[in-house]
Protein backbone atom coordinates (compact mmCIF):
# COMPACT_ATOMS: atom_id res chain seq x y z
CA UNK A 1 0.00 0.00 0.00
CA UNK A 2 1.16 3.30 -0.94
CA UNK A 3 0.41 6.58 0.99
CA UNK A 4 0.78 9.85 -0.68
CA UNK A 5 0.17 13.05 1.44
CA UNK A 6 -0.24 16.26 -0.78
CA UNK A 7 0.83 19.83 0.68
CA UNK A 8 1.00 23.70 -0.09
CA UNK A 9 -2.32 24.86 -0.88
CA UNK A 10 -3.84 27.46 0.36
CA UNK A 11 -5.70 30.99 -0.80
CA UNK A 12 -3.69 33.02 -3.05
CA UNK A 13 -4.62 36.00 -5.22
CA UNK A 14 -5.33 36.19 -9.41
CA UNK A 15 -1.69 36.44 -10.41
CA UNK A 16 -0.30 34.49 -7.81
CA UNK A 17 2.06 31.11 -7.40
CA UNK A 18 1.68 28.34 -5.04
CA UNK A 19 4.05 25.36 -4.79
CA UNK A 20 2.00 22.05 -3.80
CA UNK A 21 4.04 18.65 -2.91
CA UNK A 22 3.34 15.28 -2.88
CA UNK A 23 5.20 12.84 -1.03
CA UNK A 24 4.98 8.93 -1.38
CA UNK A 25 5.78 5.91 1.10
CA UNK A 26 6.76 2.66 -0.30
CA UNK A 27 9.78 1.62 -2.93
CA UNK A 28 7.90 2.44 -6.17
CA UNK A 29 7.65 5.89 -6.75
CA UNK A 30 10.89 6.27 -8.98
CA UNK A 31 9.13 3.67 -11.31
CA UNK A 32 5.51 5.21 -11.13
CA UNK A 33 4.32 8.03 -13.82
CA UNK A 34 3.50 10.53 -10.96
CA UNK A 35 0.24 13.26 -12.05
CA UNK A 36 -1.79 15.90 -10.36
CA UNK A 37 -5.20 15.94 -11.05
CA UNK A 38 -7.79 18.79 -9.97
CA UNK A 39 -11.47 18.62 -9.11
CA UNK A 40 -14.08 21.41 -8.54
CA UNK A 41 -17.74 20.87 -7.85
CA UNK A 42 -18.86 21.55 -10.99
CA UNK A 43 -16.23 19.61 -12.93
CA UNK A 44 -15.11 16.16 -12.88
CA UNK A 45 -11.68 15.38 -12.00
CA UNK A 46 -9.52 16.81 -14.62
CA UNK A 47 -5.81 16.15 -15.67
CA UNK A 48 -3.39 18.58 -15.05
CA UNK A 49 0.36 17.44 -15.22
CA UNK A 50 1.93 14.64 -15.38
CA UNK A 51 5.44 13.10 -15.59
CA UNK A 52 6.98 9.70 -16.35
CA UNK A 53 9.48 7.67 -14.77
CA UNK A 54 12.06 9.10 -17.23
CA UNK A 55 11.11 12.77 -17.40
CA UNK A 56 8.61 12.93 -19.65
CA UNK A 57 5.95 15.62 -18.90
CA UNK A 58 2.37 16.04 -20.24
CA UNK A 59 0.08 19.33 -19.35
CA UNK A 60 -3.42 20.26 -19.63
CA UNK A 61 -3.99 23.21 -22.42
CA UNK A 62 -5.09 25.50 -19.43
CA UNK A 63 -2.35 25.52 -17.36
CA UNK A 64 0.59 24.93 -20.08
CA UNK A 65 3.27 27.49 -19.47
CA UNK A 66 2.10 28.55 -15.99
CA UNK A 67 2.14 24.92 -13.97
CA UNK A 68 5.63 23.23 -14.26
CA UNK A 69 5.58 19.42 -13.12
CA UNK A 70 8.25 18.14 -11.43
CA UNK A 71 9.72 15.23 -9.36
CA UNK A 72 13.04 14.33 -7.09
CA UNK A 73 12.67 10.13 -6.43
CA UNK A 74 15.40 10.78 -4.14
CA UNK A 75 12.43 11.75 -1.95
CA UNK A 76 9.79 10.05 -3.69
CA UNK A 77 8.38 13.70 -3.75
CA UNK A 78 6.50 15.31 -6.48
CA UNK A 79 5.87 19.26 -7.37
CA UNK A 80 3.92 20.85 -8.99
CA UNK A 81 5.05 24.62 -9.80
CA UNK A 82 1.52 27.05 -10.54
CA UNK A 83 2.34 30.43 -11.24
CA UNK A 84 0.02 33.14 -12.79
CA UNK A 85 -3.34 31.82 -11.07
CA UNK A 86 -6.47 32.26 -12.13
CA UNK A 87 -9.38 31.80 -10.42
CA UNK A 88 -10.43 28.89 -12.49
CA UNK A 89 -7.33 27.59 -11.21
CA UNK A 90 -9.65 27.16 -7.52
CA UNK A 91 -10.02 23.24 -6.99
CA UNK A 92 -9.32 20.42 -4.85
CA UNK A 93 -5.75 19.35 -6.27
CA UNK A 94 -4.71 15.33 -6.04
CA UNK A 95 -1.57 13.61 -6.11
CA UNK A 96 -1.68 10.33 -8.14
CA UNK A 97 0.75 7.57 -8.66
CA UNK A 98 0.36 4.74 -10.95
CA UNK A 99 1.98 2.02 -12.71
CA UNK A 100 2.53 -1.72 -13.54
CA UNK A 101 4.71 -4.03 -11.36
CA UNK A 102 4.86 -7.65 -11.33
CA UNK A 103 2.37 -8.54 -13.24
CA UNK A 104 -0.13 -5.96 -11.85
CA UNK A 105 -1.34 -2.28 -11.90
CA UNK A 106 -1.55 -0.02 -9.02
CA UNK A 107 -3.11 3.33 -9.00
CA UNK A 108 -3.03 5.36 -5.55
CA UNK A 109 -4.58 8.73 -4.10
CA UNK A 110 -3.84 11.69 -2.24
CA UNK A 111 -6.56 12.90 0.13
CA UNK A 112 -6.17 16.22 -1.95
CA UNK A 113 -5.18 20.06 -0.88
CA UNK A 114 -7.75 22.77 -1.36
CA UNK A 115 -6.24 25.66 -3.71
CA UNK A 116 -8.45 28.80 -3.86
CA UNK A 117 -7.59 31.47 -6.18
CA UNK A 118 -9.11 34.99 -5.49
CA UNK A 119 -9.25 38.49 -4.54
Known amino acids: QVQLVESGGGLVQPGGSLRLSCVAS????????VGWYRQNPRKERELVAVISDDGRTNYAASVKDRFTISRDNAKNTVYLQMNSLKPEDTAVYYCNVKGARLGGTYDYWGQGTQVTVSS
Open 26 to 33: GSIFSISV
